[in-house]
């Protein structure tokens, strides 16, 4: 079991997805901004999420139309919402609609919003955070893990990457960290 809260974000394939499952992880999402490397239409993600079990699905969204945002809701049916930290106000009635809580992604600490559950951040030591802590999930994806020590936080981000072939890939490194924190 992780003693850590952990997301695995921008998974693209039914291997991560069964891998971070596995691990038990709290979170996992599917980006569904047509502008990033790492989108999923909305059908393929739906087919992943049906062989899956245990974690809270995250439809993870860019400065997307909104009613592009509101139909992928109804169809993909997430457990949560994410969105760059300056379109928090302007998902909020969404969010309200469909009772589906926010995170919010932020390059640098910022206001807590209320609203927000959880707010995702590339990894900064402790004290540039001081006492909110509880509300960011570090980002570890981008990051050198090698030299970071996590000890101190509660919550990971880690990101799916592409398959070598269908079905193969190596997870040492993603392997390495989750086992870290397993109790």
Known sequence: MLNKIVKAGSITNLTDARFFAAFDVNYIGFCFDPQSPNYISPQNALAIKGWITGPKIVAEFANQD??????????????????????????????QKFNLPIFARTPKPITINNNVLFYIIPFVEKETIGNLIDKYIFDLSDSSTTSINISTINA????????????IKSFDKIAEILESITN
Not at 156 to 167: A, D, H, N, W, Y
């Open 66 to 95: 909104i009613d592009n945002i509101n139909n992928i809701i109804q169809f993909f049916e997430p457990d949560i919402i994410e969105v760059d930290a300056e379109y928090v106000e302007q998902i909020i009635p969404t969010a």
């Open 156 to 167: 990971i981000q880690l990101k799916g990457t592409p398959e070598l072939e269908v079905g």
